[in-house]
């Protein structure tokens, strides 16, 4: 009895040690689980702010993508759009179901119909370049790169792409193209030989430059610039072109001469302008040449004719006071011999020899102003007066106040005259032929002459009016003629008027009149302000 309970009390003992244990063991694996237990829920919490934080970045970027992005199902119903989308396409499917066939160009349909068809078969597709309907655009070009969105049993639930405008991309470069030919329609048609070098070799030529030098393009291309100028002036150029090389200046011009295919040489104009790289460094120069040879024979022949024609106006000039020295003397004598007559033979000569002596004299003092006239004429242009200001209102009144102005005419200046810079005397001539031709021809018996001017850009224009008998149409022109006169009495030497055109021409200015036959006349030129 006593056995058995012994071995009762040692098997509960075991049992409530292997309890105890146990206890101790589930106290343990409790602590283990509550620690894991923790240990998830901070990694949840952690996964949580990441995903929130990741989903926040992806909406940024979805949001700000600068190209339109647009998701749809594989039906084609659009399922979100990002803001450059909405811009693009012009709608809000918040407001309205979208589906992309309504989006397709109509002729573009069956290339859009096989693209998508290359999208669900492989997976993606690259490059497509269509056109698309807008709401509000009308028809834009677009480039479009798209790809599925599969789900875990690797089938496809939906479709997303990357859309982008080309439509002002592609109007560029077509712009750029059709200029690009112009600019080489214009560059293969110029009549100027244009060269493009870099560093001294040749690089491209057009045709014209071929021509002018009788090589083909390909034959250029193997030369250098040296190897078709002279020695002695290639130095000039590759001065220019090292300063141009340092930047110290972008163009220059030179004439210089060209060896042609055959040996032989042309002067050519040439000049050269930089294109720089964005640095600033030299990419190539580009070279405009003009054949001068003949503009430059043409400019020695003038030379030689402008010297020769000095020489013979000068000649001319010489012989003109010549003559009119050895005229005058004569002249002077038969002029002191009539009157002498005159005096000496009063009581003796009858009334028709006088007025015989009288209409002598009178040819003598008309041949007198003839020469007198002849060699301002030929003079105007050749003496050098100087230059200054001269005020016109001064010279006009001190006209009047020399010239004999008959009773019945009076003289007006009616409007301000200006103060130009010129010659003097060639004014004073200029005015006081215009104003003794007004008195000369004025027939009435209050006559009136009126001095204006107005001013016009560089030049003044002035207008001398009178009231006289007035000049027909068909003498307009041929009055400024030297020798040409409308006096039937003759007593007008013909060159007044000439003189003053020419004056006139000398300030680069014109002349011409507004005449009605016993009315009046009104004489109007123009001199420019300052005459070199």
Known sequence: ???????????????????????????????????????????????????????????????????????MDISGNVIKMNNSAEELFGYDINQEKLNIVKLIYKEDFTYAMTSFQELITKGSFSDYQARVYTKHKGVRTVHINASLILNKGNQPIAAQGIVRDITEKLENKRIFEEQKKQLSAIVENSSLGIALTQFGKIIQTNKAFQNLLGYTQNELLQKEVKNISLKDEYHESANNMQKMNDGEIDNFSVNKRYIKQDGTVFWAKTNVAAVRNEDGSIKYQVALIEDITEQLEFEKQRDRLVKNLEKSNKELNDYAHIV??????????????????????????????????????????????????????????????????????????????????????????????????????????LFQNLLNNAIKYNDKEQGLITVSCQEKNEFWEFAIADNGVGISKKYHDKIFQIFQTLDNQGESTGV?????????????????????????????FTLKKEIK
Do not use: C
Not at 340 to 355: C, G, I, Q, R, T
Not at 386 to 397: A, G, Y
């Open 324 to 429: 009119s020295h050895d005229l005058k003397s004569p002249l002077r004598s038969m002029n002191a011999l009539l009157t002498w007559l005159k005096e000496d033979y009063v009581d003796v000569l009858d009334d028709n020899a006088h007025n015989s002596l009288d209409m002598l004299l009178k040819k003598v003092d008309k041949m007198d102003h003839l020469i007198s006239g002849i060699l301002k004429y030929s003079s105007i242009d050749k003496v050098d007066h100087p230059k200054q200001n001269i005020v016109l209102r001064d010279i006009v009144t001190d006209i009047i106040d020399v010239i004999h102005i008959p009773d019945h005419i009076a003289i007006k200046i009616i409007t301000e005259l200006p103060v130009m810079v010129g010659d003097k005397f060639s004014l004073q001539q």
């Open 496 to 524: 007044g008027l000439s003189i003053v055109k020419k004056i006139i021409d000398l300030y680069e200015g014109t002349i011409w009149l507004e005449s009605t036959e016993g009315v009046g006349t009104t004489f109007y």
């Open 1 to 71: 009895m006593s056995n058995e309970l012994e071995i009762l009390q040692r098997a509960l003992q075991r049992e409530k040690a292997a309890r105890k244990q146990a206890e101790q063991i589930l106290e343990g694996k409790s602590r283990e689980l509550y620690q894991l237990t923790q240990e998830l829920k901070d990694a949840n919490a952690k996964l949580e702010d990441g995903l929130t934080e990741k989903t926040s970045e992806l909406q940024g970027v979805f949001g700000n993508l600068v190209d339109a992005y647009v998701l």
